[in-house]
């Protein structure tokens, strides 16, 4: 199993099916999302999800699991910058 520089950090994995099905763990929040374009926070920063037709099919921040469903194009890492203020978030204030 790999090493984490900081054990405070939750694991953090993605598996892409045929560019279709993308299965992430270890995110914390959702920032924003359309059929273009999720933006996710995990530990490690941003994620940034690009494509068409997207549809999230499987959200639990509570285990920190999210199934994004669609033509994925693109996977776009940003970095981390202080806490996020995500949808749910602001929801649930």
Avoid at 4 to 30: F, Q, V, W
Avoid at 62 to 68: H, P, S
Wanted: charged residues 20%; positive net charge; proline residues 1%.
């Amino acid at each position: 199993m790999a090493e984490y520089k900081n054990s405070m950090k939750k694991p953090h994995s993605l598996m892409l099916e045929c560019r279709s099905a993308l299965t992430l763990t270890g995110i914390n929040d959702i920032g924003s999302f359309d059929s273009l374009t999720v933006m996710l926070y995990t530990d490690y920063g941003g994620l940034c999800i690009k494509g068409s037709s997207l549809h999230i099919s499987k959200l639990s921040l509570d285990t920190g699991e999210v199934t994004i469903d669609g033509q994925i194009s693109a996977m776009i890492y940003t970095e981390a910058s202080g806490k996020k203020s995500g949808v749910f978030q602001k929801l649930f204030k």
